[in-house]
T-cell receptor, first 117, second 111 residues
Framework: GAVVSQHPSRVICKSGTSVKIECRSL??????MFWYRQFPKQSLMLMAT?????????EQGVEKDKFLINHASLTLSTLTVTSAHPEDSSFYIC?????????????FGPGTRLTVT | TQLLEQSPQFLSIQEGENLTVYCNSS?????LQWYRQEPGEGPVLLVT?????EVKKLKRLTFQFGDARKDSSLHITAAQPGDTGLYLC???????????FGEGTQLTVNP
């Protein structure tokens, strides 16, 4: 089955610094990847849609200058949280579509726990 | 914006009991997916339903897509402690589009 990895799994950073999270599709090429944010005991909130070779599409209320997304290849998308603040602490999850797999499925990475101190 | 209402939000049952989780919307979805998520991990896809009235079975789990493609249900028979987790329904508007997630159902199956 389609496998998506994320790195790092956990990261702690100081307020004001930037953090980069990587999302990779391991056994398929993904033209579209999605970035979600999840707070404890809550559902997933879509932050942005990442398209290979073009600019990401951000959901309403998500600051594109704070959450930088780069989808430079068909197997890698990165999310950079710039000038992180404690309120950015959350569980960040990416997903990817396999264009040659099912038409609707998204496959999720294991998530990255970000803690900003 | 399409919304998915999931119920119940929390469910705590004894091993061996049956349960049903519901996912409802006023909007039509082209597909409906169910995921299960454990703490600290990403959601794992359980099933995708795309045809109105479709029923899919996965061992003790039965998934149904409403005739009008606005609602879905997940039924678990003889629940086991290993079924414990957060169950999420997600609707797709068109093929390849983003997913709209329900609020989730936190299931706890006590031994």
């Amino acid at each position: 089955g389609a496998v998506v990895s994320q790195h790092p799994s956990r990261v702690i950073c100081k307020s004001g610094t930037s953090v980069k999270i990587e999302c990779r599709s391991l056994d398929f090429q993904a033209t579209t990847m999605f970035w979600y944010r999840q707070f404890p005991k809550q559902s997933l909130m879509l932050m942005a849609t990442s398209n290979e070779g073009s600019k990401a599409t951000y959901e309403q209320g998500v600051e594109k200058d704070k959450f930088l997304i780069n989808h430079a290849s068909l197997t890698l998308s990165t999310l950079t949280v710039t000038s992180a603040h404690p309120e950015d602490s959350s569980f960040y999850i990416c997903s990817a579509r396999d264009p040659f797999g099912g038409a609707y499925e998204q496959y999720f990475g294991p998530g990255t726990r970000l803690t900003v101190t | 914006t399409q919304l998915l209402e999931q119920s119940p939000q929390f469910l705590s049952i004894q091993e061996g009991e049956n349960l049903t989780v519901y996912c409802n919307s006023s909007s039509v979805f082209s597909s409906l997916q169910w995921y299960r998520q454990e703490p600290g991990e990403g959601p794992v896809l359980l099933v995708t339903v795309v045809t109105g009235g479709e029923v899919k079975k996965l061992k003790r789990l039965t998934f149904q897509f409403g005739d009008a493609r606005k609602d879905s249900s997940l039924h678990i028979t003889a629940a086991q402690p290993g079924d414990t987790g957060l169950y999420l329904c997600a609707g797709g508007e068109t093929s390849g589009s983003r997913l709209t997630f329900g609020e989730g159902t936190q299931l706890t199956v006590n031994p």
